[in-house]
């Protein structure tokens, strides 16, 4: 370290200064958000960003794909369902919120066996009040073993195609004026390039008779494992992924939506 008391008086208030910017740039940056218009909301700070830094006691964070609990309690509070499903469930987050805020949930995941798009195993048509979903991101992490799952799958096309039949289910399986909520995220995959898979969500959705019901909600990730690398290429890095809200309109009948 360069003892600035046997130099010039002059350089060592320059050098003193540069020490000062260096610190301040590698202190921790914080964005000043939007204020959010006052409303009759039950969830005042449910709004089109979500931050939370802290992934609250629900799930298990070590599990492959861990999303936290916070989004979908408020998700939950906001909309205020009567029977909740999450056919894609990991280590059960959806249904640890459920317990503490006493709203009937039924869950399932592959690891269990269970296919989320075979609409053979799929629960029956209008049966839930609300489905929430947080599925593979195509293979950007490898989920499970099972060829089924769909971060196995070997193309875009077969993802999407397997996807969007998903979609299809969770559409049937909801009452009129029940909301589905995916949880997705765009990526750069090596062959591919840049999949935009929110863009393809809701493509999917609306094609499957659904309609968005509310704003996208970006929700900030914090703690995701790729913040503590270092990558050789240059790229913009997304520090963000999307909830979007889809409704089943209130004057579908069975069989719409397929």
Sequence with gaps: MTNTASINPFYASRLKRVATRNEERDRPVYARLPLAPKNASPVPHLTSLYHFHRAGEYGNRSYPGNCGGNLIKDLLAFFKPGWVFDPMSGSGTCADVCKEMGIPCLSFDIHQGFDACDPREFPEAETFDFIWSHPAYWRQKLYADDERDLSRSPTLDHFLSRYGQFIRNSARALKPGGKLA?????????????????????????????????????????????????????????????????????????????
């Design 182 to 258: 995916v949880l997705m995220g765009d990526y750069c995959d090596k062959e591919a390039g840049f999949v935009p898979l929110t863009y393809w969500t809701k493509r999917l959705a609306f094609a499957a008779g659904l309609r968005q019901c509310c704003t996208d909600i970006i929700r900030f990730s914090h703690g995701a494992s790729s913040s503590r690398k270092v990558y050789r290429s240059s790229f913009i890095p997304g520090l963000h992924d999307t909830c979007m809200v889809f409704e089943r309109p209130m004057h579908s009948q069975k069989g719409d939506c397929v």
